[in-house]
């Protein structure tokens, strides 16, 4: 089994990557749900979807998020009425958070609801949320603490952040079955997801990165930064709140103690060495930018033999 930590889009490419490369009941993909939100009293989880339809080929090719072919005339109806309409959930989008809000209203938990939904899709993939307890990112724009959804939606990531935190963080712990994919393990990949707004979440869960640290397996991540910014979002930007630069090195920092190699791009060959001594970690270099599904194929093989040369 190899396990994957995940945020949404960008990350989303490179499990669908693994999940073409390895036996499809071999991977496990740990998801960020501190991006949840309530949309007109439905439970919304971005990221557990963007990867079901993503894994299930299903999701929308121009944006990575909501359902290819959808439509959004109950937005528009919604719109109407009043309701906010910057959230673009579509039609069929819909069926997902009636389906799961109904499941936990009658106390089914997020992890049952969502192999529920996936195994229905067809997944053969393991989507596990990070926790079943809830969590949201917060960020500080002047002095106005925005929501996840808001600042990256509705505000398009276009607002200055001072500062972050992850409400509901401590109450939160890591499910079982995450802590028990993370202890039989054979590789752990943190994709190139954002490390401050999808990886940091996962990791602050109680029990991930224990889970991790006590694991045998080697883990490893892809870098989501490409010269000085991320290849989408706001991810470069970001870096400073957690002090680290905008950069290849600044992820290594970021994951320092946990990672034994990192994929960095090409670009950023003149990093590697710097990395390797000064982190005391192996890394690949080549190309991280996935265009095509031909491109995510061959990342995610690079990486999982990557992952298995003996690091330690
Ligand atoms: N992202 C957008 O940029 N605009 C949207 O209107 C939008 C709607 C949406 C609906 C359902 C869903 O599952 C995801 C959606 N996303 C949208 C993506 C999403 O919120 C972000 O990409 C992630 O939360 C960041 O990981």
Not at 52 to 73: I, Q
């Amino acid at each position: 089994m190899i396990a994957a930590l995940c945020g949404g889009v960008g990350g989303a490419k490179l499990a669908l990557g693994l999940y073409r490369v390895l036996p499809p009941d071999s991977l496990a993909v740990v998801v960020n749900t501190a991006d949840d939100l309530e949309f007109c009293g439905l439970h919304v989880s971005p990221d557990l979807d963007t990867v079901m339809y993503t894994l299930a080929d299903l999701s929308r090719p121009d944006v990575g998020w909501g359902l290819e072919g959808d439509t959004f005339r109950a937005l528009e109806l919604l719109g109407r009425y009043g309701a906010p309409t910057w959230f673009g959930v579509g039609d069929a989008d819909l069926a997902t958070h009636v389906f799961r809000t109904n499941a936990l209203r009658s106390g089914q938990t997020l992890s049952a609801v969502t192999r529920c939904l996936s195994g229905h899709l067809g997944v053969r993939a393991t989507i596990l949320p990070m926790t079943d307890d809830p969590i949201v990112t917060r960020l500080l724009a002047g002095n106005e603490w925005l929501d996840f959804q808001e600042y990256f939606v509705h505000r398009r990531h276009q607002v200055a952040i001072d500062a972050y935190r992850y409400e509901g963080i401590e109450q939160a712990v890591a499910t079982e079955e995450v802590r028990q994919t993370l202890a039989d393990a054979e590789i752990i990949v943190i994709v190139n997801s954002n490390p401050v707004l999808s990886v940091l979440p996962i990791l602050s869960v109680e029990g991930v990165r224990e889970a991790i640290e006590r694991s045998p397996a080697p883990c490893v991540a892809v870098s989501p930064i490409v010269g000085t910014d991320a290849v989408n979002g706001p991810a470069g930007d970001l870096m400073r709140l957690v002090g680290r630069p905008a950069s290849a090195t600044g992820v290594a920092g970021t994951y320092r103690g946990l990672i034994h190699g990192l994929v960095i791009d090409h670009q950023d060959a003149s990093q590697q060495e710097e990395i390797e001594s000064s982190e005391g970690i192996a890394v690949l270099c080549t190309d991280t930018i996935m265009r095509t599904a031909a491109d995510k194929v061959r990342l995610a093989g690079e990486v999982v033999a990557f992952a298995r040369k003996p690091h330690r």
